[in-house]
């Protein structure tokens, strides 16, 4: 039954011509399907639209070829072969009830265009701010006529797909229109440059053009970054001035306002930012208009949704993140199963894939993110197994144990037991929550853990150590393994494959990051050594220089933490690890380590020089923890005395991977243990065009 206090979030609002019918909006996100896989597309969105969201909207759609964003992947409005790809989305949004929006996109300069090829066109030929050797000429007036009227046509074939909104992507500077706005793309002396007037004119008059094609019939919204300052300096707008001096130039044409800002990363990652951390740029903005208002922040605890709108920050709650984590977070709410909700950790893994340049989305905390369609996965549903009739034993209660337990539980498993040596579950997420800015990361088996408890048939049994006789003789028809991974003390990396001379973790002066967290003493001066790229190295020197060491961050790599310019976090790692007082040594390798330092390396020079070190702490690659697994498989004589049926390995014991991928690794076998061999992942439906065959997208029906 739902809290009386959330009743708010469950009322309509009229937006222009249509009803959105409750508060919840999922704002334009990239996924890594475009227009090109609309399978993909149309049923990880329609899966959302299922779990209550009110309206979903595409990703950015380019209007053009000549907004092509290749590597990247968005979706596109070019022809009618698009229109019909959409239109799947749009009909399987209209089934669950729900709006259906999409966001049209030019990028000016910032359009690649590796595929079309086609020359950009922008307010000033000005350099991308994104990528070498791109820039775009300056349009002259036949130009902006041109432009305009291409999205128009693009806003006449998302009506003709079914779509309910048209956004106009007015933001996050990539956008044409906000390049007109910011003199820092804008250098023009004629009517569309100088003045606000003359550089808001662009937007107005296109925005009027699209209001005049598609009559009384669709909704008109614009996505408005609304804060340029500490991205652009001098040359953006602030949100106290000149972006609340463009929602009053526009709001007559104007339906419904997506406004964000661009203060450093605009999808916030929670090792920088709490939820609703555009407050500040938002709230205020009502008092500039008439229209409804959404906001995003990363939300997913209801009372600060109530909070945004009985306060008048804003009328909708906007999301991508949290609804990618949960796409069925409004029904939850809905119906009173708040502690049910998997909510955003932040760690913006999803982003990552598609600024990699083109995999499929992925979610840390919803392993079925993205395979809505390709491996027809539901995320609230879990059909019967076929072989529940067996007791199942899960050796390793990390993020990969627990998600493959509860995901069997569901499945009706008879018994299902989750062993673990620890005092409690979490496995590797109970240390990494630990590291600075990380404590959300902690969600990851918080929400594992109460549903196992809600699970009848699966038991948590802790501080229980197995070796392989125990296994054979615990009476399991099905044996999972889950034992993790621990990090090399040898030196032993992916850039070098080789070890360290003089590195050996059994010394008092050479530490792994399992041994800091265990307690292993380190001393004054702290060489932290990164080859792994990602979140360890980074957080482990941050902790230990907020302990009061004197910290040096070695990497071989040309940046701290590089995988982290994928999460868009890497500004922000940087900063802080300055502002911690560590020194940072990149494009360096530690080539030996003895008591008192250690010799590093430019990766361009032949000579090494010695830097003084009481403590070296390798964050170099980890190893699958696979002893048991290993010996067991060994044994297939004795398994099958043992009456075990199936023995199986998963997480970072069979690789070190992501945590998303660990999740994912426990999610599979479970949804598919009762296939012929559940250690082999069964095909996927790939969206393809295949030579002599005929492909008609709508053909496409809901698995």
Same mark, same amino acid.
């Given at each position: 039954?739902? $809290?009386?206090?959330?009743?708010?979030?469950?009322?309509?609002?009229?937006?222009?011509?249509?009803?959105?019918?409750?508060? +919840?909006?999922?704002?334009?996100?990239?996924?890594?399907?475009?227009?090109?896989?609309?399978?993909?597309?149309?049923? +990880?969105? %329609?899966?959302?639209?299922?779990?209550?969201?009110?309206?979903?909207?595409?990703?950015?759609?380019?209007?053009?070829?000549?907004?092509?964003?290749?590597?990247?992947?968005?979706?596109?409005?070019?022809?009618?072969?698009?229109?019909?790809?959409?239109?799947?989305?749009?009909?399987?949004?209209?089934?669950?009830?729900?709006?259906?929006?999409?966001?049209?996109?030019?990028?000016?300069?910032?359009?690649?265009?590796?595929?079309?090829?086609?020359?950009?066109?922008?307010?000033?030929?000005?350099?991308?701010?994104?990528?070498?050797?791109?820039?775009?000429?300056?349009?002259?007036?036949?130009?902006?006529?041109?432009?305009? /009227?291409?999205?128009?046509?693009?806003?006449?074939?998302?009506?003709?797909?079914?779509? $309910?909104?048209?956004?106009?992507?007015?933001?996050?500077?990539? %956008?044409?229109?906000?390049?007109?706005?910011?003199?820092?793309?804008?250098?023009?002396?004629?009517?569309?440059?100088?003045?606000?007037?003359?550089?808001?004119?662009? @937007?107005?008059?296109?925005?009027?053009?699209?209001?005049?094609?598609?009559?009384?019939?669709?909704?008109?919204?614009?996505?408005?970054?609304?804060?340029?300052?500490?991205?652009?300096?001098?040359?953006?707008?602030?949100?106290?001035?000149?972006?609340?001096?463009?929602?009053?130039?526009?709001?007559?044409?104007?339906?419904?306002?997506?406004?964000?800002?661009?203060?450093?990363?605009?999808?916030?990652?929670?090792?920088?930012?709490?939820?609703?951390?555009?407050?500040?740029?938002?709230?205020?903005?009502?008092?500039?208009?008439?229209?409804?208002?959404?906001?995003?922040?990363?939300?997913?605890?209801?009372?600060?949704?109530?909070?945004?709108?009985?306060? *008048?920050? !804003?009328?909708?709650?906007?999301?991508?993140?949290?609804?990618?984590?949960?796409?069925?977070?409004?029904?939850?709410?809905?119906?009173?199963?708040?502690?049910?909700?998997?909510?955003?950790?932040?760690?913006?893994?999803?982003?990552?894939?598609?600024?990699?340049?083109?995999?499929?989305?992925?979610?840390?905390?919803?392993? &079925?993110?993205?395979?809505?369609?390709?491996?027809?996965?539901?995320?609230?549903?879990?059909?019967? !197994?076929?072989?529940?009739?067996?007791?199942?034993?899960?050796?390793?209660?990390?993020?990969?144990?627990?998600?493959?337990?509860?995901?069997?539980?569901?499945?009706?498993?008879?018994?299902?037991?989750?062993?673990?040596?620890?005092?409690?579950?979490?496995?590797?997420?109970? @240390?990494?929550? &630990?590291?600075?800015?990380?404590?959300?990361?902690?969600?990851?088996?918080?929400?594992?853990?109460? /549903?196992?408890?809600?699970?009848?048939?699966?038991?948590?049994?802790?501080?229980?150590?197995?070796? !392989?006789? !125990?296994?054979?003789?615990? *009476?399991?028809?099905?044996?999972?393994? %889950?034992?993790?991974?621990?990090?090399?003390?040898?030196?032993?990396?992916?850039?070098?494959?080789?070890?360290?001379?003089?590195?050996?973790?059994?010394?008092?002066?050479?530490?792994?990051?399992?041994?800091?967290?265990?307690?292993?003493?380190?001393?004054?001066?702290?060489?932290?050594?990164?080859?792994?790229?990602?979140?360890?190295?980074?957080?482990?020197?941050?902790?230990?220089?907020?302990?009061?060491?004197?910290?040096?961050?070695?990497?071989?790599?040309?940046?701290?933490?590089?995988?982290?310019?994928?999460?868009?976090?890497?500004?922000?790692?940087?900063?802080?690890?300055?502002?911690?007082?560590?020194?940072?040594?990149?494009?360096?390798?530690?080539?030996?380590?003895?008591?008192?330092?250690?010799?590093?390396?430019?990766?361009?020079?032949?000579?090494?020089?010695?830097?003084? %070190?009481?403590?070296?702490?390798?964050?170099?690659?980890?190893?699958?923890?696979?002893?048991?697994?290993?010996?067991?498989?060994?044994?297939?004589?004795?398994?099958?005395?043992?009456?075990?049926?199936?023995?199986?390995?998963?997480?970072?014991?069979?690789?070190?991977?992501?945590?998303?991928?660990?999740?994912?690794?426990?999610?599979?076998?479970?949804?598919?243990?009762?296939?012929?061999?559940?250690?082999?992942?069964?095909?996927?439906?790939?969206?393809?065009?295949?030579?002599?065959?005929?492909?008609?997208?709508?053909?496409?029906?809901?698995?």
């Amino acid at each position: 039954m739902r $809290d009386p206090r959330y009743d708010i979030l469950f009322e309509p609002i009229a937006i222009g011509p249509r009803t959105l019918p409750n508060r +919840f909006f999922q704002t334009a996100h990239c996924l890594g399907a475009g227009s090109d896989k609309p399978g993909f597309q149309a049923h +990880f969105r %329609a899966m959302k639209a299922q779990g209550g969201w009110g309206c979903v909207s595409t990703e950015y759609c380019a209007i053009s070829p000549e907004s092509d964003d290749l590597p990247l992947v968005s979706a596109r409005i070019w022809d009618d072969g698009d229109v019909a790809n959409l239109g799947l989305l749009c009909d399987l949004l209209h089934e669950q009830g729900a709006l259906a929006a999409v966001e049209l996109y030019h990028g000016g300069p910032n359009a690649a265009a590796l595929e079309s090829r086609v020359p950009a066109r922008g307010a000033s030929q000005i350099p991308s701010t994104f990528g070498f050797m791109r820039s775009c000429r300056e349009m002259d007036l036949d130009d902006i006529r041109e432009v305009q /009227q291409q999205y128009v046509d693009a806003a006449l074939r998302a009506r003709a797909a079914g779509f $309910d909104v048209i956004t106009i992507y007015c933001a996050h500077t990539t %956008a044409l229109p906000h390049q007109f706005l910011l003199p820092f793309y804008n250098k023009r002396t004629d009517q569309y440059g100088g003045s606000f007037e003359n550089r808001a004119r662009f @937007t107005r008059e296109l925005v009027t053009q699209v209001r005049e094609a598609v009559g009384d019939e669709l909704a008109i919204s614009v996505r408005f970054g609304i804060h340029t300052v500490a991205n652009n300096g001098a040359q953006g707008i602030r949100y106290d001035d000149e972006g609340h001096r463009f929602i009053e130039h526009m709001d007559d044409l104007v339906d419904l306002w997506d406004i964000v800002s661009e203060d450093l990363e605009n999808v916030g990652p929670s090792r920088f930012v709490p939820e609703n951390f555009e407050q500040r740029y938002n709230v205020g903005v009502k008092q500039h208009t008439d229209k409804p208002v959404i906001n995003v922040g990363r939300f997913t605890n209801p009372d600060t949704m109530v909070s945004v709108i009985a306060s *008048g920050q !804003a009328d909708v709650i906007g999301a991508a993140r949290p609804s990618i984590a949960d796409p069925f977070l409004p029904q939850k709410i809905r119906e009173g199963r708040v502690d049910e909700i998997r909510e955003c950790i932040g760690c913006n893994v999803c982003i990552s894939r598609w600024a990699i340049g083109g995999p499929p989305l992925i979610c840390t905390q919803n392993a &079925t993110a993205g395979e809505e369609y390709r491996r027809g996965w539901h995320p609230e549903r879990f059909e019967r !197994a076929r072989n529940a009739d067996n007791d199942v034993l899960v050796i390793g209660a990390g993020p990969a144990g627990l998600e493959c337990a509860t995901v069997l539980g569901k499945r009706g498993m008879r018994t299902v037991h989750l062993l673990d040596a620890a005092s409690e579950a979490g496995g590797c997420i109970r @240390t990494i929550a &630990t590291l600075p800015g990380l404590g959300e990361w902690a969600r990851v088996s918080h929400y594992r853990t109460i /549903q196992v408890d809600k699970l009848r048939n699966v038991e948590l049994i802790l501080r229980a150590r197995l070796d !392989a006789e !125990a296994v054979l003789d615990y *009476g399991a028809e099905i044996v999972v393994v %889950a034992t993790g991974a621990v990090w090399a003390g040898d030196g032993m990396s992916g850039l070098r494959h080789d070890t360290i001379p003089g590195a050996d973790d059994a010394l008092d002066h050479v530490l792994t990051p399992d041994q800091v967290f265990a307690g292993k003493p380190v001393g004054e001066r702290v060489v932290v050594y990164d080859t792994d790229g990602y979140f360890m190295g980074v957080g482990m020197a941050q902790r230990l220089a907020r302990e009061g060491r004197r910290v040096t961050y070695v990497s071989a790599f040309d940046t701290a933490a590089p995988y982290t310019a994928f999460t868009l976090e890497q500004g922000g790692i940087n900063a802080q690890l300055r502002a911690d007082g560590i020194a940072v040594v990149t494009g360096h390798f530690v080539e030996a380590i003895a008591p008192g330092g250690v010799m590093l390396r430019d990766r361009f020079e032949e000579a090494a020089r010695e830097h003084a %070190a009481d403590s070296v702490v390798l964050v170099t690659q980890r190893r699958s923890d696979d002893a048991l697994y290993r010996e067991l498989k060994a044994r297939p004589e004795a398994l099958a005395e043992a009456g075990i049926s199936g023995l199986y390995q998963i997480g970072d014991c069979v690789l070190p991977q992501l945590i998303a991928d660990v999740v994912f690794s426990g999610h599979r076998l479970a949804r598919e243990i009762d296939s012929a061999n559940p250690a082999v992942a069964l095909p996927y439906v790939r969206e393809r065009a295949v030579v002599g065959a005929s492909a008609a997208p709508a053909a496409l029906s809901a698995r």
